[in-house]
């Protein structure tokens, strides 16, 4: 049986990203502090300064986490192929008074020229797209030398399938993600990563994992208190907001680089 992901979901009509009333919204919440925090580590442990460098956005969706790294001091240009979801990515940086560039395009051809950006991330998206090494190269070949890859994405594990699919998804008792929105099989292990970054030529550095603060029993208690409709989306991420971990059974994020002296 072939996996099926509803990534059609992400062209519906109106703000499905920043409105509060919307899953999505706890993304910003939930996961950007964690992915932020490992950002800056990459940045400290390279001593790289972001302030003035050209970064890709890569399945920018709505702009949550492109306007995060707008405010690092970076240039961002976000990528994705949804027009409602840049739509929406593009009205809230103009009213947020940033000057963020959105194109439409995929992970898997990025409508850009080689080695256009110093920063490339792809967060939330390798597990939604059709062919990850294809996404991997591309990225790559988008990279300058010497530039960063960073990434998140979900482990194929038993823990993430409890988590990600029957917890969030699946059960009534506790979902609050649309369903379909991630399919267990296309979730992608941290060694068939790395084998798809060595394949794009890319130099894998390090992977950490990324958890919630709240523990099991905690996080229970806010998907029920969700569910009840006691909390809104975006306070229940800020609540089950994630950190910098050593466990990688569920999430895990990483970087790579690419090597300077390859041609562009």
Known sequence: ????????????????????????????????????????????????????????????????????????????????????????????????????????GTAEALPFPNASFDLVYCCDVLEHVDDVGKAVAEAARALRPGGVYLYDTINRTFPSRLVYIKLFQDWGWTSWMPPNLHAWEKFIKPAE??????????????????????????????????KRGQLSYSAFGARAEHRVSGDKSILYAGYAVKPVGTAA
């Open 1 to 104: 049986m072939v996996a099926v992901v509803d990534n059609d979901l992400y062209n519906r009509p109106g703000d499905l990203w920043w409105d509060e009333t919307q899953p999505l919204s706890a993304i910003r919440t939930a996961l950007n502090p964690g992915r932020l925090a490992y950002f800056r580590l990459v940045f400290d442990e390279l001593s790289l300064d972001p302030r003035g460098k050209t970064a890709l956005d890569v399945g920018c969706g709505g702009g949550l986490l492109a306007e995060e790294v707008a405010h690092l001091g970076c240039n961002v240009t976000g990528v994705d192929p949804s027009a409602s979801s840049l739509a929406t990515a593009r009205a809230h940086a103009a009213r947020s008074g940033l000057a963020i560039e959105y194109r439409q």
């Open 193 to 226: 990563l790395q084998h798809h970054l060595e394949a794009a030529g890319l130099q894998p550095r390090g992977v950490s994992g990324l958890k919630p603060r709240a523990n099991p029993l905690q996080l229970f208690r806010l998907l029920r208190a969700r």
